[in-house]
Every structure is written in C-alpha cells, then in structure tokens.
C-alpha cells in the first residue's frame, strides 16, 4: 500500500507498520523497546508520530492505504521527548556517558536534544552481576524495556529472564534471582545484543574506548553458518555479535560464535614452524620447515611412489583452501589420497542422499523450517550442537507445529515433543522401517507423486511388511504405541520436515540409516514439491559440506565429479597442466591401516587433530608412529602434532579471506579480522609456500581465484565466485551461470537421479558393529556439549571452562546405584579397544545401560574406547555405539 511520510511517499507492505513505513522512506525513529527480531511492544513511547490524524505509536500501530504520517508533529514530538526524560531522570550519569554507537538511549536523547531531565528521579543503587563470564548485568542501566526477557523466550526459547519488582525498581532478574551464571541462560548474547542501554553488556564493551574496525564474516564452529560481525580494538577482539539480518542466523548467535574468541589470543598460539629434532620439536624457519618436508616427501614418493603420501584436509578450513589442498596432493604429488573429516561425520549423508536423490546435500534452505507443521529430529541435539538451529526448532514448536524426537538420550527438544522415541542406539533403520510401514497402512502416502516421480516402491513395500510397530518395539525398545503415534502425526502434515544429525550418519549402517529416513520423505511427497520443506542434515563443523563440496575426497574431483571418468579427469588436467590419477586414494581409515601396513610412509595432516578425534585413537596414534613422516597445520601443539615431524603455524577462521559452505549447501564469505600472530599463515599460504619448495606451480595465487577455477571446471559451482558473494550475499548450490540466483530448493522438476526420480530403499535392519555383553553392559553414546566444540582446542582457551571444565560420564542413576557410584565419583570406562577415566553424572537423560560423553577434552580420552567399526558403504565410523565396562576408579 502507499503511504506519504512527510512530503515522501513510499509503497510498504500490506502488514508492514508506520515504522517500516517511517524507515523505508529513509528515516528512522528512537525505539527504545523494539527490536525488529521480536513482537512489537509499544511501551516506551518514543516513537510517537501522527499518523492518519491521531497521535500513536509507530512500531504497533498497522499502516493503512494513503495513510500521511507527520514525523515532526509538536504534540507528539513533545510527548515522546518527555517520555525519554521520564526515564532517564532514573538513570545514573554514566548512562548517558556510553558511546552513541553502544546505547539507544544515547541515541534517542541525541534525537530529541535532551542532556538532562526536566523531571526528579530517585537515586538507585541496585549494583552489578558479573558473576557469568560473558553476561554482565548494571541493574542501574536497566529501563524495564522488556527486550532482553523477549529475546530470551521469542528468539531463543530459553524463558530464563523476567521482570521483577514494580514501577522504577522495575528490573531485568535471570532465573529464580539468584547470580546470573546459575540461571538456565545458555550464553547466547541476544539480551546483551538486543539492550538498549548498556544495563547487560560484556567485558569487551564495558571498555568504553572506541572500536577500530567492523568486518562481517562467517562463524567458523558448526555447520549452520551463522553471519558475524568481529569488532576489534588494538588488534584484539574486543566483541563479536550477529549480523542483523543475515539470512541464516537472522541476528541471533550461540555462545561458541558469540563469545568464544580469546582462543586466538592464547599464550599457547603456535606463531613459529616447529621442526623434530632429537625428538623433540623445536623452533626452526619456514624455510628449513619447507625444505624439510619437500625434501622428505619427494624421497618418499620416489622411494616408494605417490601413492605413500596420504593428506587429511580440513573441514574448519575454507572452501578454496580445501580447493588447493586436493590440487596440490593431485598434481605436486599425483595420489589422490586425500580425504576430509566429512568421513568421520556426514559421509553417509553425501552417499545415501545422492542414491536417493541425486546431490551430495540437504533438499531445503533452513528458511523452509518456518512453514514446517512437523517436524522429525532424528539424531540430533540442536540445541547444544547446533543452537541456533534449536532455537528456531523451538519457535516453530511454540507456535504450534509438532515435534517428532528420535534419539536414544532425552535431549531438550524432547521435553516439548508430542513423541519422543527412545530407541536402542543402532537401531535407526527398523525405527525408520516402521514408521514407513505404519506411513503405507495408513494411507499417509502421496500416491501421485510415488507414481510419477519415484522407483522402487513395491520392493519397499514389500520389505516393510516385516517392520510392524510390535515387531519394531523388540528391537528398539520403544513401545509400539509411540512408534504409531509418531508415523500418523508425522503422516498427517501437510508440510512436514526432517531434521537429521551425526546419530543418523555415525553407525555402521550409517548411510541405511539416511536412506531409509528419506524414504519418509518420499513416501509423504515432501521432497521436490510445492511447500515442501524436506531434509535437512546438520553438518557437524563449519565447512564440512564444502570440504567434500571442493573434491578433498579420495574418490571425487570439486563438484562430486567421480576420478574413474576419463573425461572428468581429462577436463581437470586441461586446466592443471597436469594428469589427475584415475585409481581412488584412501579413506581415513584405510590411511591408518595403510600406514601400519607399511604401505603410507607419509602422513600430511591439516586442522585436524585426529589423534583425539578420530576413533580407536590407539590405532591412529601407532598409524602416527608408523610414518617416516607426519606433517601438521594446527593452531596449537594438538595431540597429533606430538607425533609430527614437522608443525606448521596456522591462521583461524577469525584470519582467513575465503568462503564456508553451510549445512544447507549455501556459500557465504568469510573475511579476516585479525593478521595471524607471528610468522602464522593461512592453509592456502602454507600449500603454496610448499607447492613452491617442490618447484610446483598451483596457480589460482588469491583464494578468489581458486574459487573462480574451481567454479569453471565444476558445473553445480559455475555461478558463484567471491564477486558475486560480496555483492549479492550468500548463493546456494546448484548455480549454474553467472545471472542464476541458485537453487535453494532442490528437485522442482525433477531429481538428479540418471533416470530423473527419487529412489526408494529397501533395506533391512542389521545389529550395530558391537553388542553389550556380559563383559562390557553398557553402551556408550558420544556426543557433544552446549559450550565446547569438537576437540575443544578453541573453547577450552576460553572462558566458556568457566561454565564446564572437564567432561563428565553421564549414566542413568538405577546403573549408578548398582555400581555404587555417586555422583563425582571418578570411574574408569573400558571397551575392547581402550580405557579412560571420568566423573559420573547420574542422570534421567540417559536410559538404563546406556552412557554419554563428549570428547571436548583430551584427559578424558573417549575416543580411545570408540571401536574401529565403520558404515559399510563410506568408511564413516561407528562414534554412536560402543559397548564398554564402567567401574568405580580405585
């Protein structure tokens, strides 16, 4: 509709408000308790405007056709004004003392001329909360906006804040009153992003000095891809907060992205290349570092050929480091041994979604959870490992849409779900097999789109008889009656999502586990059809889509172009200048085995640190061991650098011009804040200072231009290139020209099948890699935590050890009581493969004969009991079940 501000008239949507209309003719209004990611309150009254002849205020009252709105109208200027007086002649002097750019309130007075009130206030010392390391509270600063309590509930569902006592005394109170870090607040920094007065900041903006540069990048913890903007001062970060507006994160952030940067600061930073000497590692040069491993690999490789190198690329790396990475390991030493930790995590994802559908990616852009009437959580915990994904599952849930939970823990969600589904760890597929049976007795199919889009629905049908719910139950352990339950609301949707995580992938039927969950989506038609808000898969670290996305894969080219065609290959040498070898390298595993074997001589490992991460780490550290040569990039001595021959100093996230691709296959730009410490360099620096000491040229010399080569030899990339990000914002994959905007939603017309229709997968139940027995009871699940990510190597070295310091063993409290174990009783936990020792945590959380723990801590070594077992068709490991022995630590 068109409305007139002032003498501008400008055309606003048919919900939009005054204040949308106010701001899109170009001017805007102090609001002092509106946030534009929250409902609209209308209590401050500084936005007081006439519009359509009456005096209200801008950011409730609805626009209508030809409305005029006069902006400079004295009876409501004057109301408004006064309004801001009113609050602050409650205030102390240094609310006003903050700088305009931290504080509405400053802003607002700035507005309205006002330097001090016309009205008397009382004096107020209500004093301070700093007792959370990241969260601090000035109670004297606080206007009872009410922001900061709608933040926590409208955005991130928590409801840990509301507004106690009356009138003026009116303040901000977490939790049950008590300090701040004891509340249920989960350090997500909306309330402080969203304050308008400086009442809740942190320790960075308590400094009032000025900040020095703004640079808007992409958080470099999970997969989601969340938009940041990194403040620093005296080259140091001195805050990072979301971006408003960013089309994923939508100006929320969780408390690794928001607050977890002073690892790039620590003591501990490597800011030298480190060289074995006598055993020991010690400082040297790049150029003795770069001689040294060129000199040692090209030995190795005429000694005993390329394929005796093995290179582990990085998914906390860019894409076009990545991009390099696979080049470099193709042409510099021609062995296409290279894999990334995409292996250890969503491998399944990439192979059961491309056998279903056609792409190595999930169908739906996160946007489409906002329509979702239902959503199924298989396997995920997004509220820790992905938060703000959990948020926005939160909001949907809140509003109304049903919540379907499988997971063998009760994880948060599950507490608002209409079902929750407990099932035995390993048993993903009969769950899933039943839920399709029931889906099919039901009717709740779309027999149209079975029809015409779809194959392999009478072998399904078929192999799905033998799922009934009773059936299913014996092997899940989950009561018939649920599994029902769930398939008919999930049956019943006219938009149903699936939200799916590393519970799905990392089984030794892991990629089953992914089809025959597709298969859901299939069977409802919501994949590729109108509305439809299908699959997404939440990709554990920042850039693991794009790391596979770039072809750092032992068996794919960029693009998921398979090296066994001869054309493929050929149109890469073409522009290389070099063959591309035709054999398939080795996978992770296969690369430890190899190097035992004797048949790997050399190791070269990038941003990861496998010696904690990786499964059986007993079996990784002797693969160390084994190799003439292991080479490392890392940010700290990490467990793996201690068996290396060679450490490299490696840039951050926070460091690095390039680009992540999210969980929802969207490109997004990342972009240094900071210059590494010391000598530290980039990945893509550091390949290209070795490429140089092994007189190889890798050309693509700026990480826009790998992205440019890469996009021109790949078709799924050819419109996307660091010119058209930084102009347009993020694109999604497929993007096939310059001038497409890219395909958030998969599957229109058709599904990129060869026969152009989605595959149906008839495949049975088999028993996980291990069983409990009576030597080992317990199965234990691995996972993560709210405030530490992967290895920890960040988050410990920041205050978020504060908030959990060391890593506990979560068991049901029947299973604690039979061990005579309370709670923060040390134990040891045995499995076949190794030992380490915890806490225990007696818990409801858990089922009986069940435990969990994360492996953010290198002193609790989780993945030395994890077995060897992998996912039969990608060499994904079994991380979610492994049977141990727990007894108490003597």
């Known amino acids: 509709m068109r409305v007139t501000i002032e003498n501008t008239t400008v055309d606003v949507a048919d919900d939009a408000t005054v204040l949308d209309a106010v701001r899109a003719s170009g001017t805007d209004l102090p609001t002092l308790c509106h946030d534009d990611r929250l409902s609209p309150r209308g209590s401050c009254r500084t936005c007081l405007v006439r519009a359509g002849g009456r005096i209200v205020a801008a950011c409730t009252t609805p626009t209508s056709e030809d409305m005029h709105v006069d902006l400079d109208d004295p009876t409501a200027r004057r109301a408004a004004k006064e309004a801001v007086e009113l609050i602050i002649s409650e205030l102390p002097a240094r609310a006003l003392e903050i700088p305009a750019e931290r504080s509405e309130l400053v802003r607002a007075c700035a507005h309205f001329g006002i330097t001090a009130s016309s009205f008397t206030g009382a004096t107020h010392d209500r004093g301070v909360d700093h007792s959370h390391p990241y969260v601090k509270l000035d109670r004297d600063l606080c206007i009872a906006c009410g922001r900061c309590v709608a933040m926590c509930a409208e955005v991130q569902g928590t409801f840990a804040l509301e507004l106690t006592g009356r009138g003026f005394n009116t303040v901000v109170t977490p939790g049950d009153g008590g300090p701040w870090v004891s509340s249920p607040c989960v350090g997500c920094g909306g309330c402080v992003d969203s304050c308008p007065t400086g009442a809740l900041s942190e320790p960075g903006l308590l400094d009032l000095r000025p900040i020095t540069t703004t640079t808007t990048t992409t958080c470099g913890y999970c997969g989601v891809g969340c938009t940041l903007d990194v403040h620093v001062r005296d080259s140091t970060i001195a805050a990072i907060t979301p971006t408003h507006g960013a089309p994923v994160n939508r100006g929320h952030a969780c408390i690794k992205g928001r607050f977890a940067h002073a690892f790039t600061r620590a003591e501990d930073r490597l800011t030298t290349p480190l060289l074995r000497r006598d055993g020991q590692l010690v400082e040297t040069t790049w150029h003795e570092a770069l001689t040294t491993i060129a000199q040692r690999l090209t030995d190795i490789r005429d000694r005993h050929g390329p394929d005796a190198i093995a290179m582990i690329s990085s998914a906390r790396a860019t894409n076009e480091e990545n991009y390099l990475a696979q080049k470099f390991i193709r042409t510099a030493i021609g062995t296409n041994n290279i894999d990334n930790c995409s292996r250890l995590c969503h491998a399944p994802s990439a192979a059961g979604l491309t056998a279903t559908f056609g ?282 650098a201690e068996h290396a021959d060679v450490v490299l100093p490696a840039a951050s996230f926070l460091e690095k011009d390039g680009t992540f691709v999210n969980f929802d296959r969207r490109f997004q730009r990342v972009r240094p804040a900071l210059t590494p410490p010391g000598q530290a360099d980039t990945d893509f620096g550091i390949l290209h200072r070795l490429a140089r000491a092994l007189d190889a040229d890798l050309g693509c010399h700026t990480p826009a231009e790998a992205l440019t080569e890469c996009a021109a030899l790949t078709p799924v990339f050819a419109g996307i290139s660091h010119h058209r990000l930084d102009t347009e914002g993020p694109l999604h994959w497929p993007c096939q020209a310059p001038d497409q905007p890219g395909e958030a939603v998969l599957y229109r017309e058709r599904f990129s099948t060869p026969d152009g229709r989605a595959a149906l997968a008839a495949l049975p139940y088999l028993p996980p890699g291990e069983q409990p027995d009576a030597e080992f009871p317990y199965l234990l699940i691995t996972g993560r935590r709210l405030v530490h990510y992967n290895t920890g190597s960040m988050t410990r070295r920041t205050p978020n050890t504060e908030l959990r310091p060391t890593e506990t063993l979560e068991l049901h409290p029947t299973d604690a009581a039979h061990l005579r174990v309370l709670a923060g009783t040390k134990v040891t936990v045995t499995s076949r493969w190794g030992r380490a020792t915890l806490t225990a945590h007696p818990s409801h959380d858990i089922a009986p004969g069940q435990a969990f723990a994360s492996f953010h801590f290198p002193n609790a070594a989780i993945n030395d009991l994890t077995s060897p077992h992998t996912d039969n068709t990608t060499g994904c490991p079994e991380y979610k079940v492994t049977a141990v022995r727990i007894t108490p630590t003597r």
């Open 359 to 640: 792409l190595a990616g999930g169908t739906n852009p996160l946007d489409d959870l906002d329509h979702a009437d239902c959503i199924l959580l298989a396997g995920a915990n997004p509220t820790e490992a992905h938060p703000v994904v959990g948020a926005r599952i939160k909001q949907r849930v809140l509003a109304g849409a049903r919540l379907v939970v499988v997971d063998p823990r009760r994880i948060e969600l599950a507490a608002l779900a209409d079902v929750h589904l407990q099932n035995r760890p390993g048993s993903n597929v009969a769950v899933f097999n039943a839920l399709a049976h029931q889906l099919i007795d039901d009717d709740h199919i779309a027999h149209d789109f079975l029809d015409q889009r779809t194959t392999g629905f009478d072998e399904a049908a078929a192999l799905l008889q033998d799922y009934r719910p009773d059936t299913v139950a014996g092997i899940a352990n989950v009561p018939p009656a649920a599994l029902v339950a769930a398939a008919r609301i999930f049956g019943r949707a006219e938009h149903p999502v699936i939200v799916y995580g590393l519970g799905i992938t990392e089984h030794a039927h892991g990629t089953d586990g992914v089809r025959t969950l597709a298969n859901l989506a299939i069977l409802r038609g919501a994949v590729g059809t109108p509305g439809c808000c299908g699959i997404l898969p939440l990709r554990g670290q920042n850039n693991v889509q794009g790391a596979s996305d770039m072809g750092a894969l032992p068996d794919t080219l960029p693009g998921y172009q398979p090296v066994t065609d001869a054309a493929v290959r050929d149109r890469f040498a073409a522009a290389w200048g070099h063959p591309v070898p035709e054999r398939p390298g080795l996978r992770i595993p296969q690369m430890f085995d190899a190097a035992i074997n004797g048949n790997v001589r050399a190791l070269y490992v990038i941003g990861e640190d496998i010696a904690q991460s990786d499964p059986n780490t007993g079996h990784v550290r002797a693969a160390l061991r084994a190799c003439d040569l292991v080479v490392c990039h890392d940010l700290f001595l990490s467990r793996t």
